[in-house]
Nanobody, 123 residues
Framework: QVQLVESGGGLVEAGGSLTLSCTLSGYSLDYYAIGWFRQAPGKGREVVSCISSSGRTYFAESVKDRSTISRDLDKNTVYLKMTSLKPEDTAIYYC?????????????????WGPGTQVTVSS
């Protein structure tokens, strides 16, 4: 059974940075893609960034110039670093197991979600 746990959220001022972590249990990142999605208050869930089992990455337009995604295979953990944070980045950030990554998209997978971590950016 896939288990995901996010960490690293918090309160940060606009212009600051955060690194979120997503640790996968039960399966190896050698075989699983991971996606980061977020849901702001009153809005639907949207993709932020994804990384495939081979290391191929996808970024949403809204974050691509100020985000990096990386993996530590020994720790079975994916990291999402976001810089130049804006108030509109405020959301609960979730990691998702095995999303469908295309050349221009990343869609939610059905293998599981973490409980989420809150990111709040103050203006």
């Amino acid at each position: 059974q896939v288990q995901l746990v996010e960490s690293g959220g918090g309160l940060v001022e606009a212009g600051g940075s955060l690194t979120l972590s997503c640790t996968l249990s039960g399966y190896s990142l050698d075989y699983y893609a991971i996606g980061w999605f977020r849901q702001a208050p009153g809005k639907g869930r949207e993709v932020v960034s994804c990384i495939s089992s081979s290391g191929r990455t996808y970024f949403a337009e809204s974050v691509k110039d100020r985000s990096t995604i990386s993996r530590d295979l020994d720790k079975n953990t994916v990291y999402l670093k976001m810089t130049s944070l804006k108030p509109e980045d405020t959301a609960i950030y979730y990691c998702n197991a095995d999303p469908l990554i295309g050349r221009t998209s990343c869609l939610e997978g059905i293998s599981g979600w973490g409980p989420g971590t809150q990111v709040t950016v103050s203006s």
